[in-house]
């Protein structure tokens, strides 16, 4: 499985956390341990490669975004932690 994230997934001290951060964590919870690729750039920024693989994937350029084993896309934090549940 691929998670894709901006930057990484460090810590934000601010309300509510880092998004991939937050879906790397829930994933890690539930015993995964997905590879991690970095997209870099803002969300509609098509010129880092990451970002365009995303938005083939989803229709946005958007991160965190999870693809399993079979292909399955899941995208969004809230999405990609209610999975790992």
């Known amino acids: 499985m691929r998670l894709y994230v901006c930057y990484g997934t460090f ?3 601010r309300e509510g ?4 951060r937050n879906a790397h964590e829930a ?3 539930a015993g995964h341990r997905p590879e991690v690729v970095r ?3 803002c ?9 365009r693989e995303v938005k083939r994937l989803t229709g946005n350029h958007e991160v965190p975004t999870l693809v399993l084993d079979d292909g399955t896309v899941i995208d969004g934090s ?3 932690i209610a999975w790992a549940r």
């Open 27 to 29: 994933l890690l919870a």
């Open 11 to 13: 810590d934000l001290r």
């Open 17 to 20: 956390g880092h998004p991939c």
């Open 78 to 80: 809230a999405q990609i």
């Open 43 to 51: 969300v509609a920024n098509a010129a880092f490669k990451g970002r």
């Open 39 to 41: 997209t870099y750039g």
